[in-house]
């Protein structure tokens, strides 16, 4: 895990002056905002029958949804009818099959600490985006010498353009995990 704080010179690049503690704290809302939007913190975890449903969530993060769940044979299940989901991530099974594969995504808590640890291929691979994301709201903040609305409108739209990115490889490699259904034309 890296700690976002590694990415405080590049919100300086594009936010000059600005202090550090700032930098981290919208780093941190950049992140939970970028990980809530991307899907990106993907998880998986099998469930055999009689077992608790309860979901393993990464300390300091909250559950966010289930993408789907597979069967003990890989076939993908019906939501509300073979099975549902808490809003705390628990899952109880309805169907009588004997293991389920749940795919999940998790995100940070709202409430993050100081210098939080994050994903790593989160911030090598998007670093810029963050450093975006975080300057995008620093550079809204009024009566400060790097106010510039102009400039926060085009960082939040990299910003956005990060996080969208993120989402289609989350999804990309969802679906190498899902099953392909055979299509029957009637």
């Not at 939007?37 to 949804?65: C, M, N, P």
């Not at 550079?139 to 993120?166: E, I, V």
Request: charged share 25%; proline share 4%; glycine share 4%.
């Amino acid at each position: 895990m890296a700690q976002l704080s590694s990415l405080i010179p590049l919100v300086r690049e594009r936010c000059g002056g600005v202090l550090d503690q700032m930098a981290k704290d919208q780093l941190g809302r950049a992140y939970q905002k970028f990980c809530y939007e991307s899907r990106f913190l993907a998880r998986t975890q099998e469930i055999e029958k009689g077992q608790s449903g309860e979901l393993t969530i990464d300390a300091q993060h909250i559950f966010v949804d289930v993408d789907f769940v597979l069967d003990a044979n890989g076939q993908e299940l019906k939501s509300t009818t073979d099975y549902v989901v808490s809003s705390t991530g628990n899952v109880t099974v309805l169907s009588t099959t004997p293991k389920v594969r749940v795919f999940y995504h998790i995100a940070p808590q709202v409430i993050i600490p100081n210098d939080p640890e994050a994903d790593n291929t989160i911030i090598n691979r998007w670093a810029d985006a963050l450093a975006d994301g975080a300057a995008s709201t620093l550079l809204k903040m009024p009566n400060t010498q790097w106010t510039d609305l102009s400039m926060s409108s085009y960082y939040k739209r990299l910003f956005t353009d990060g996080y969208r990115d993120a989402f289609r490889v989350a999804i990309e490699a969802l679906d190498e995990q899902r099953p392909t259904q055979p299509r029957v034309f009637i």
